[in-house]
């Protein structure tokens, strides 16, 4: 583990391997960097890896400042800068998503490709706060553990859920969540209370692959095809009995389908050659 301090506070960072480009992996709400073991046991001899802990989550420092989108979105162009010095491509789950939307958007210069797992652009849907404030309110007092059963549902699908033999992976993950600090709750509060940035799709310039669950309970299918349709000459894959953490359900598939699309963008632009 390496620290470095970005606007501030002190955040928890790792990086991998030598290759000519960097990726850079951005973790969602309650997942942190181990989220994204499985991509950097499989890319790290390719390329330099970056996964690092936002701000308030994680091994990095639990602020109570700048825990919204627009500060963790400048957290990652700082870092991006200080650890990279150029264009990263830019792999993001869920709440990750938010912030690497904001990044591709504002500092186009930093992204050199974008890679979105379960996004989202617009604002939390307003059904759903109600249910998300009583939860939130529930881990500020009492901590994660009494409902991880409910986390879990949030972060995978049925599928992965009722297979019995991924029972030793889920006994693993919830195992995290019930670790989880009750200082999540503030990060929560941010990635619900975001704001739309659905006008700013059209900013964005890099090639961008758009990946969705199909039994994605928090970002729906639709969301995710929404951001799809506002970043011009998008792909989009999705991934059927599939939920939420599709790169920690189907890693093989969506190692592959990463690797296809970054190949792709390398041999366009350097003929060939890392």
Request: charged residues 25%; glycine residues 8%; positive net charge.
């Amino acid at each position: 583990m390496t620290t470095i301090t970005i606007n501030g506070a002190v955040l928890k960072y790792d990086a991998y391997g030598s290759g000519s480009e960097t990726i850079l992996f951005i973790h969602g709400l309650m997942l942190a960097s181990e989220s994204w073991e499985s991509q950097v046991a499989a890319f790290k001899d390719r390329y330099r890896v970056i996964t690092y802990d936002l701000r308030g989550q994680g091994q990095s420092e639990k602020t109570t400042e700048r825990l919204d989108l627009d500060s963790l979105a400048e957290d990652a162009a700082s870092l991006i800068d200080l650890l990279a010095g150029g264009p990263v491509h830019v792999v993001a789950f869920s709440m990750g998503t938010f912030v690497a939307l904001r990044v591709a958007a504002r500092r186009p210069e930093l992204v050199r490709s974008l890679t979105l797992i379960g996004p989202s652009a617009a604002a939390e849907e307003p059904e759903n706060m109600p249910k998300y404030a009583k939860l939130i309110r529930f881990v500020k007092l009492f901590g994660p553990a009494p409902v991880a059963g409910r986390l879990m549902m949030i972060l995978f699908g049925d599928t992965y859920l009722k297979d019995p033999a991924r029972r030793a992976g889920r006994t693993r993950w919830l195992r995290v969540v019930k670790r989880l600090p009750r200082a999540l709750a503030r990060a929560a509060e941010a990635s619900a209370h975001r704001k739309a940035i659905t006008g700013e799709l059209a900013a964005i310039t890099a090639p961008a692959l758009i990946v969705s669950g199909e039994e994605d309970r928090p970002i729906s299918p639709a969301q995710a095809r929404a951001v799809h349709a506002g970043i011009r000459g998008s792909r989009f894959l999705a991934f059927e009995r599939t939920g939420h953490a599709v790169m920690i359900e189907r890693p093989e598939d969506f190692n592959s389908a990463l690797a296809s699309f970054l190949g792709e963008l390398v041999e366009t632009r350097t003929g060939g050659s890392l």
